[in-house]
C-alpha cells in the first residue's frame, strides 16, 4: 500500500507574489522602519519559527525512537541485509516496516508545521518563474511506473537515474559499467506542457531523497573541487580569487579549503546556487509538491527498494549496492570540518539550509569547545 501524501494546504493570506523576491538585507542585520524602531524581517520570523519547532519535533522523535538502535554507517548489501535478518534476535520486516513509519510520520508532522507558515507555497505554480523551473528541471518521469522523483545531488541521484534508464528499458542492469550520462535517456517534468505536469503532479506517485545538510556540502566539496577540474576552474579560482589574500590573479583552483567554500556559500544566494549545493528546499519545493515518501540517505538502499516496491518495479531491478571502493562523507569527517572552522562562520551558512535542517528533522551540529575536544 502507497503511503499517502500531505494534506494539500490552504492559500496563505498575503502570499508572496510571483517574480523575483527583493534583494535581501546582509545577515544579522534588520531593517528600519521610518522614524520608528528596526524592523524584524520576515526572514528572521521564519528562522525563529523553524528553530523553535524542529527543536520540538526532534525531541517528540527521540522520544518515539528511543528503543531503535543506530543505523549504520554503511547500509549493508541486500545479501547482506538478509544475512542479517536471519541472525538471532534480528528485527522483523515487520518491526522495520514500523520504524519506517514512524521515521515517515515525524517527518511528515515537521514538513506539516513548517508549510503552514504564511508565504508558503502550496503549488507549483505559486513559485516564482526562476523557482519553479529549477523544480520541474529536478523532477524525473517515469509514465511506466507513474511516479516522480525529484533528484538531489549528493543523495545517491546518479543511482536513481540509472535504476529509471532501467525500468525505461535504456539499460539492461543496473550494474553496466558505462558513465553515467545526466540528460539523455530520461524524462523530466520541464519537458512536458502544464496540463500534463499537473496530472502528473495530481496522480503520480512523488518522492525525493535527502541527507544531513552539511554532511551533503562536505560530500559536494570533496568531489567537486578534489577531483572535477571544471569545477576548480569555474568556481575554486574565483573562490581562491576572493578570500585568499595574495592568492594572484590566476590561481589553479585546485586546492581551496573548505574554510572557504563556507564563506563562498555565505555569499551565494540559494536560488542561483550549483545544483550541488543549492539547498533542497530550492530544489524539490516540498512544501509545493506534495511527496508521498522522504527517503533518507543514513538507510538509503532499505528506503530505496520499498520505494521500488511500492512503484511496482520488476523483482529483478534493484537499487544498486554501494560501490567497495567509495568512501561517503561520514559524520566523524564532518565533525572533524566543522570544529576546523570559525563557529562564526557556521552561524553565517547555517540560515542558508534552516529548511533543510528543520523540514527533514536533521539536528543543527554540535560544535561545541568541549564537543570539538572529543
Known sequence: MLPRPLTPLAAPNGAETRGRAPRRAPLGRARTGPGGPPLLLPSMLMFAVIVASSGLLLMIERGILAEMKPLPLHPPSREGWRAASSK???????????????????????LRGVCRQPGMPRDPWDLPVGQRRTLLRHILVSDRHRFLYCYVPKVACSNWKRVLKVLAGVL???????????????????????????????????????????????????????????????????????????AGHSPAGDDVTFEEFLRYLVEEDPERMNEHWMPVYHLCQPCA???????????????????????????????????????????????????????????????????????????LPNVTREACHQ
Open 88 to 110: 538471532p534476535g534480528a528485527p522483523s520486516p515487520e518491526a522495520r516496516d514500523s520504524d519506517l513509519r514512524v521515521l515517515q510520520d515525524v517527518r511528515n508532522r515537521t
Open 172 to 246: 539492461d542492469s543496473v550494474d553496466v559499467r558505462l558513465k553515467m550520462d545526466h540528460r539523455n535517456d530520461l524524462v523530466f517534468l520541464a519537458d512536458l506542457r502544464p496540463e500534463e505536469i499537473r496530472y502528473r503532479l495530481q496522480h503520480y506517485f512523488k518522492f525525493l531523497f535527502v541527507r544531513d545538510p552539511l554532511e551533503r556540502l562536505l560530500s559536494a566539496y570533496r568531489n567537486k573541487f578534489g577531483e572535477i577540474r571544471e569545477y576548480q576552474q569555474r568556481y575554486g579560482a574565483e573562490i581562491v580569487r576572493r578570500y585568499r589574500p595574495g
Open 289 to 363: 509538491v506534495h511527496y508521498n515518501f522522504v527517503g533518507s540517505y543514513e538507510r538509503l538502499e532499505a528506503d530505496a527498494n520499498q520505494v521500488l516496491e511500492w512503484v511496482g518495479a520488476p523483482p529483478h531491478v534493484r537499487f544498486p549496492a554501494r560501490q567497495a571502493w567509495y568512501r561517503p562523507a561520514s559524520p566523524e569527517s564532518l565533525h572533524y570540518h566543522l570544529c576546523s572552522v570559525p563557529r562564526a562562520l557556521l552561524q553565517d551558512v547555517l540560515p542558508k539550509y534552516i529548511l533543510d535542517f528543520s523540514l527533514f528533522a536533521y539536528p
